[in-house]
């Protein structure tokens, strides 16, 4: 299984997608592809995808229905920008936290705020992310490791420094877009563990 740690380290635009037999093939030009190979893992806006064929900078990526309809991908056209990252190598630094590139759901941009070089986002979350929400967990966004805010009324709060803001596509998102929402394993982990025993007690909400 491929692993991502929630670092971008590129912008990639999509330079084609087309749609047969409800296989969706998109070719992104990518920021580099130096010793990637067919059938290697990419995260695309935090989706895990297989290289499928490389021309220069141009890689081709085949997206079946489900991934399309529980991710942002069915969204992007020709001429968009996606976050990408490569998959972890051994030896690697993990500098965010480990993702495996699984989509869990998608939330909408609730509001947007910009001050300085700084900018704030609250996320509106569905209810089947709502109860892994921890303050100062991780989460990831479109494949961007982030540290999580306040939470009120299911809408998350998240913090963007400069840097992100620089080498991703978070600064060009608006108000109701989509994005992708992978929660951090070990979270999912001690949540679902916990749900699990208090059931196993009988103990109920």
Do not use: W
């Not at 705020?113 to 900018?119: C, E, R, W």
Request: contains cysteine; hydrophobic residues 40%; negative net charge.
């Amino acid at each position: 299984m491929a692993m991502f740690t929630g670092i971008v380290q590129g912008v990639g635009e999509i330079v084609a997608k087309s749609t047969v037999n409800t296989v969706t093939s998109m070719t992104i030009s990518l920021p580099n592809v130096e010793n990637l190979a067919i059938g290697a893992s990419v995260s695309i806006n935090g989706v895990c995808l297989t290289a499928v064929s490389i021309e220069s900078n141009n890689v081709q990526f085949d997206i079946i229905d489900e991934t399309i309809d529980r991710t942002n991908l069915g969204d992007v056209s020709v001429g968009d920008t996606v976050n990408i990252e490569r998959s972890l190598k051994f030896g690697d630094e993990v500098g965010g936290h480990i993702l495996s590139g699984h989509i869990f759901d998608t939330g909408i941009i609730n509001s947007k705020t910009k001050k300085g070089d700084q900018m704030s986002l609250s996320i509106l979350a569905p209810p089947s992310v709502q109860k892994y929400l921890t303050e100062k967990g991780y989460i990831a966004i479109d494949g961007i490791s982030l540290t999580i805010g306040e939470i009120n009324n299911g809408c998350f709060d998240l913090h963007i420094i400069p840097e992100t803001m620089r080498l991703t596509i978070l600064d060009s998102k608006e108000v109701g877009d989509i994005v992708n929402i992978e929660i951090d394993s070990n979270t999912q982990l001690i949540v679902e563990t916990i749900e699990r025993l208090l059931e196993e007690r009988g103990v109920t909400e």
